[in-house]
């Protein structure tokens, strides 16, 4: 089983700032990964997938990078609808696994 | 949209069967699948069934326990659960694959969810 391992546990970040997200694979998925944003109660929503390409209506502060084992998950300006939970899931493998989630919270 | 039903209270050894009603797309061209939270837990894949209901996956946690199938001129997705243990716990979630046919394998929507609880 693929371990995915998100970083960090949370991320607090001030309005209109940018924030950095972290995922790393135990092996290589090539570019198998996708990204989930979880707003409090809410199913999640697909934001990234192929590591890089955005999902049909993300807005384009949301960028995706990396390949292999090592994942990136940027807003470039947080917004107050941004500080939610983010999630990266490989689809390289089965089983299909996800990682722990980052929280990004104000500062 | 898809909208999950069936969650509940259950007892330990139970059984229970989740529903996941489609609309609005053409159901019996996704792959689907479920996957479950834990409270106050991350995000756990639970099985895979292809579009025309001939392929099954199943997590290590479930296999034996948990079966998936599809009535595609229902436009609905079943999960029955038996041999239900405490860790089974959670927000049951069904997702639609991306593409037709041939799955994707990363979840492009969700349902609102089904809460099942696992309790003595």
Do not use: H
């Amino acid at each position: 089983e693929i371990v995915m391992t998100q970083s960090p546990a949370t991320l607090s970040v001030s309005p209109g700032q940018r924030a950095t997200l972290s995922c790393w694979a135990s092996q290589s998925v090539s570019t198998n990964l996708a990204w989930y944003q979880q707003k409090l109660g809410q199913a999640p929503r697909l934001l990234i997938y192929g590591a890089s390409t955005r999902a049909t209506g993300i807005p384009a502060r949301f960028s995706g990078s990396g390949s292999g084992s090592d994942f990136t998950l940027t807003i470039s300006s947080l917004q107050s609808e941004d500080f939610v939970i983010y999630y990266c899931q490989q689809y390289d493998m089965w089983p299909l696994t996800f990682g722990g989630g980052t929280k990004v919270e104000i500062k | 949209q898809l909208v999950e039903s069936g969650g509940g209270v259950v007892q330990p050894g139970g059984s229970l069967r989740l529903s996941c009603e489609a609309s609005g797309f053409t159901f019996s061209n996704l792959a689907m699948y479920w996957v479950r939270q834990s409270p106050g837990k991350g995000l756990e894949w639970v099985s895979f069934i292809s579009f025309d209901g001939k392929n099954e996956y199943y997590a290590d946690s479930v296999k034996g326990r948990f079966t998936v199938f599809r009535d595609n001129s229902k436009n609905t997705l079943y999960l029955q659960m038996s041999s239900l243990r405490t860790e089974d716990t959670g927000i049951y979630y069904c997702a639609r694959d991306s593409a037709f046919w041939t799955p994707t394998w990363y979840f492009d929507f969700w349902g609102q969810g089904a809460l099942v609880t696992v309790s003595a």
